[in-house]
């Protein structure tokens, strides 16, 4: 006779569930004690790991080591990296831990470009040497240091030229011709690789026969970055690991030099586009309204295109780390005009300055008497007798509230100065070599 099954007596249930099952099994003894809870961890861990197979997810994270980690690492990750930069109070005064920065959410991440693009971005920050100088006489830093000693200069201006030699004409010479106009003891660099040469010395040379102090002298841009965001931001470009995007990297580049060289030595930037009108020496840490808000009267846009600031001036190493943390090479204006409209506008807002305050934001009859999209009213003869009044009432306007007019080169250009306009009886008041013919179109 057989034995009956033999049943767990901890669990009737489940020795119940095994008897239903029992006439239609083998007689023979099966020995099974097995608690139910534990049967249905095992069934729901089953359960749990085909659902896995079927729904399981890819971390968005990889594995990699710290180094690796680093080269792929946002700027503003990257700028706390002790790897890559030690920052302390002293060498960021307005960018210490203390200070917050919030980082947007387009910020450029470090992807490595192909050898095509990284040949293109080498060429701009450094193009072959156009002539055999000894590397003393190319250190940027022993060449400046020694204009501003020999010369004494209290009046600095800086202004960046990134276009071939060819393209400094007339309207970039008398640029330079008003500056000293009213200014006779300014010191003029002009920082430029193409410049630096023969021919822009020969360019220079009226200049200088004239007693003139200027100078061009090719950039050195780790040396003028250096103890600044804009370090980080040059290496990793050095390195092929920033986007240049589709807007000259030249232009963005000369978008950062002129900070940086503020921030450096103190002084005036201007672009080679402007005509002098009146002295710029009494003016201290400020920068221009390009366009007002009809309704409140407060600035809507800022431009850098002329700038005046002390040596470190705070608010320059604020334009400098947001050109570092926010860098788009796609969007026009994004490092440039715009750059300095964001950090102002927050720097207002903010209720700890910390000295960034410590600027004056000038009108746009300062130096944007009219937008770029209405130069060239300025550049035309009057045609009538209501015409003329204008041309006399905003030539009036000019003389009492304007320091200097920016032409807007990328719209005016190719406009011809006709005789009798605003520019040509601006021109005949910020010259030099006022017996020369000439135009600056």
């Known amino acids: 006779m057989d034995k009956p099954p033999t049943h767990c007596t901890r669990n009737d249930d489940f020795s119940k569930l095994q008897s239903l099952f029992s006439k239609n099994l083998p007689k023979k003894p099966i020995n099974l004690c097995f608690p139910t809870s534990i049967f249905a961890i095992v069934l729901l861990l089953i359960l749990g790991y085909n659902s896995f197979t079927i729904f399981y997810f890819i971390p968005i994270f990889s594995m990699e080591n710290v180094k690796e980690t680093e080269k792929n690492m946002p700027i503003s990750q990257l700028s706390s990296s002790r790897a890559n930069f030690a920052m302390n109070d002293e060498s960021f005064p307005m960018f210490s831990t203390k200070t917050h920065v919030k980082s947007p959410h387009n910020s450029p991440k470090f992807t490595h470009l192909s050898p095509k693009m990284i040949r293109r971005v080498r060429q701009v920050i450094k193009p072959p040497s156009q002539e055999p100088l000894h590397d003393e006489m190319r250190s940027f830093s022993k060449r ?8 004494s200069c209290k009046f600095r201006v800086f202004m960046t030229w990134i276009s071939s030699i060819k393209s400094f004409g007339d309207r970039e010479k ?3 011709e008003s500056l000293f106009k009213f200014h006779p003891n300014a010191c003029l660099i002009i920082v430029s690789n193409s410049m630096d040469s023969n021919r822009g010395s020969q360019i220079l040379e009226p200049f200088v026969r004239l007693n003139y102090k200027v100078m061009a002298v090719s950039p050195d841009f780790k040396f003028i970055f250096k103890n600044t965001m804009a370090a980080i931001w040059y290496q990793q ?3 092929g690991n920033v986007k ?3 807007i000259s990297l030249g232009q963005n580049l000369s978008n950062l030099l002129r900070l940086a060289l503020l921030y450096k030595y103190g002084g005036v930037y201007m672009d080679t586009d402007f005509i002098v009108i009146k002295r710029l020496d009494t ?4 920068i221009g309204a390009q366009t007002v808000d ?3 009267k407060n600035w809507s846009r800022l431009n850098n295109a002329l700038m005046i600031f002390d040596k470190k001036h705070p608010l320059l190493i604020k334009f400098i780390v947001e050109f570092a943390l926010t860098f788009n090479g796609n969007k026009w204006g994004h490092n440039g005009p715009y750059l300095v409209s964001r950090v102002v506008e927050r720097v207002t807002n903010s209720s700890t300055k910390g000295g960034a305050n410590e600027f004056t934001v000038l009108p746009p009859s300062a130096f944007y008497v009219v937008g770029w999209g209405k130069v060239g009213d300025l550049f035309q003869k009057p045609v009538d007798e209501l015409h003329q009044k204008w041309l006399d009432d905003k030539i009036d306007q ?8 920016h032409l807007w080169n990328r719209q005016s250009r190719e406009i011809k100065v006709e005789d009798g306009s605003i520019i040509s009886q601006l021109m005949k008041k910020s010259c030099v070599f006022c017996n020369l013919s000439r135009t600056i179109s």
């Open 244 to 246: 240049p995007g589709e």
């Open 283 to 286: 003016l201290r840490n400020v």
């Open 294 to 296: 009809p309704k409140t």
């Open 174 to 176: 008398f640029t330079i």
């Open 144 to 151: 400046v240091r020694r204009f501003f000693d020999e010369n």
């Open 237 to 239: 470009l050095e390195k």
């Open 398 to 405: 000019i003389e009492r509230d304007s320091y200097a007019i």
